[in-house]
Nanobody
Framework: QVHVVESGGGLVQAGGSLRLSCATS????????MGWYRQAPGKQRELVAS???????NYADSVKGRFTISRDIAKNTVNLQMNSLKPEDTAVYYC?????????WGQGTQVTVSS
């Protein structure tokens, strides 16, 4: 069974930074892609950033230039560095690990940005 665990959420003022980490059971390179999603109250879950096994990254327009997704090989984690945070970034952030035979999700971590 695959386990996905997020960490690093919290409360931050607008303009501040947070770093989220996603750890998985097994190597992060065993997945075809990994990504960060978020869901704000009353809204659908949306893709924030993703990274495929070859290293190519993709970002939602709303976070381009502010967020960076990366892999930490030594720690076997996929991280999301979030800078210049805005109140509209407030949401529960979920890590997703994707394989052809299924998707695996963490429990989510709350990010709250105060104005």
């Amino acid at each position: 069974q695959v386990h996905v665990v997020e960490s690093g959420g919290g409360l931050v003022q607008a303009g501040g930074s947070l770093r989220l980490s996603c750890a998985t059971s097994g190597s992060i390179f065993s997945f075809d892609a990994m990504g960060w999603y978020r869901q704000a109250p009353g809204k659908q879950r949306e893709l924030v950033a993703s990274i495929i096994s070859g290293g190519r990254t993709n970002y939602a327009d709303s976070v381009k230039g502010r967020f960076t997704i990366s892999r930490d090989i030594a720690k076997n984690t996929v991280n999301l560095q979030m800078n210049s945070l805005k109140p509209e970034d407030t949401a529960v952030y979920y890590c997703n690990a994707h394989r052809m035979n299924g998707d695996y999700w963490g429990q989510g971590t709350q990010v709250t940005v105060s104005s």
